[in-house]
């Protein structure tokens, strides 16, 4: 099963505006991370974040790691229409190989 | 060379078909990875190699079959496949001590 849950499903918003996105987890972590992926491409890694870190930035990204609730949120700030994708979060198993993707959010930024 | 390639980019099959994914890296990642990923549906981990031995196999049909004939090359052999198995098929590499996979472009997989 899966381990992360995001979201919303599904976020419209205008260009210039902010988008944010949730994730929860289930199991301990040594890091997190979120992921983009434009319609039927490969995946890109937008950013990481360790479970000793609260916040980090990346450009026009913010993410923030609350690890009391075992959730995480990425901030895209100044929307693109270029944004427009699916985003998912990411937790590698410890000790494995296996990384639990969440179900995803599908963005669409409207020009 | 910081990427990860696939071929071919689409392939139609039909369910006697043999086929096979190609998958690339000339990174010196020494963790290679299959998934299926199904629309609006996040990625699911079929195989893992590592230093191309077989470290993983999540309960995959035999009907799909991996093969890591070094450590930059990744093959998806397909055979006997049913229209459910349409999918994109991703590859995915990861470094030695790191915690970031590098994903290729995909190969769009439809079975009639």
């Known amino acids: 099963s899966q381990q992360g849950e995001e979201d919303p499903q599904a976020l419209s918003i205008q260009e210039g505006e902010n988008a944010t996105m949730n994730c929860s987890y289930k199991t301990s972590i040594n890091n997190l991370q979120w992921y983009r992926q434009n319609s039927g491409r490969g995946l890109v890694h937008l950013i990481l974040i360790r479970s000793n870190e609260r916040e980090k930035h990346s450009g026009r990204l913010r993410v923030t790691l609350d690890t009391s609730k075992k959730s995480s949120s990425l901030l895209i700030t100044a929307s693109r229409a270029a944004d427009t994708a699916s985003y998912f979060c990411?937790?590698?198993?410890?000790?494995?190989?296996?990384?639990?993707f969440g179900a995803g959010t599908r963005l669409f930024v409207k020009a | 060379d910081t990427e990860v390639t696939q071929t071919p980019k689409h392939l139609v099959m039909g369910m006697t078909n043999k086929k096979s994914l190609k998958c690339e890296q000339h990174?010196?990642?020494?963790?290679m990875y299959w998934y299926k990923q199904k629309a609006k549906k996040p990625p699911e981990l079929m195989f893992v190699?590592?230093?191309?031995?077989?470290?993983i196999n999540e309960s995959v049909p035999s009907r799909f079959s991996p093969e890591c004939p070094n450590s930059s090359l990744l093959n998806l052999h397909l055979h006997a496949l049913q229209p459910e198995d349409s999918a994109l098929y991703l590859c995915?590499?990861?470094?030695?001590?790191?915690?970031?996979?590098?994903f290729g472009p995909g190969t769009r997989l439809t079975v009639l």
């Open positions: 995915a590499s990861h470094p030695t001590g790191g915690d970031t996979q590098y």
């Open positions: 990411a937790t590698p198993l410890t000790g494995g190989f296996k990384t639990i």
């Open positions: 990174m010196g990642h020494r963790a």
């Open positions: 190699y590592s230093y191309e031995k077989l470290s």
